[in-house]
């Protein structure tokens, strides 16, 4: 048996908790983002859900002390000119290291840590847009209602000129498997994101 199961699994929370009016939804990077989005939700002084993965964190450096953030402001790592990886949550260090690969095999690829999926950073998707019409969003939720529905939602409103790539979970039940290994079958590492782009960049 494995080290995480179906009924382990907090894959649903972003869709189904999105839609709710006034809620500010948020999902940190790591551990040290995790310490200043508390503060951001203590300070607040409104409905607040902080969404973080089971496990243990990236092993970043951590700093003194926790800052309040802008609450429904994400920020950039790298801006791309072929493609931009949209990120929410503990999939922006795999989004950094795919861009990394991908920089390698002659892709410029920017990574944005989005952080709030309620209110969403839509001038930051903006940004990306003017840079790239080629999107990537990347979760671990489940691609119906989830962050990268968000985003389509937006793009497709705007009536905006873009191609997207959503990466996440899809219509299933995840099984029992350590949690790499489950990221990697579900095509949500490091590696897959690479050539899941990669093969779409081509089409």
């Known amino acids: 048996m494995g080290e995480d199961g179906p009924t382990h699994h907090g894959v649903f929370d972003l869709s189904f908790l999105r839609d709710i009016p006034n809620l500010i939804l948020a999902a940190p990077a790591d551990e040290n983002e995790m310490q200043h989005m508390l503060k951001t939700a203590f300070d607040a002084n409104a409905p607040f859900v902080l969404r973080y993965p089971r496990g243990a964190g990236f092993g970043v450096k951590m700093d003194d002390a926790p800052q309040a953030l802008e609450i429904g402001k994400g920020v950039w790592l790298k801006k791309g000119k072929d493609v931009n990886i949209l990120a929410i949550g503990n999939r922006v260090h795999p989004a950094l290291k795919a861009a990394q690969a991908l920089a390698e095999k002659g892709v410029d690829c920017g ?65 029992h498997g ?17 050539d899941h782009i990669l093969k779409w960049k081509t089409k």
């Open 178 to 194: 350590k949690v790499s290994q489950l990221y990697d079958q579900l095509g949500m590492s490091a590696g897959q994101m690479t």
């Open 111 to 175: 990574v944005a840590n989005m952080r709030f999926v309620r209110p969403l950073d839509t001038g930051l998707i903006d940004e990306a847009l003017a840079l790239s019409p080629r999107l990537v969003t990347t979760e671990d939720n489940m691609l119906a209602g989830g962050f990268g529905s968000a985003v389509a939602e937006y793009l497709t409103d705007k009536q905006a000129d873009f191609k997207l790539l959503r990466l996440g979970i899809g219509d299933e039940f995840v099984e």
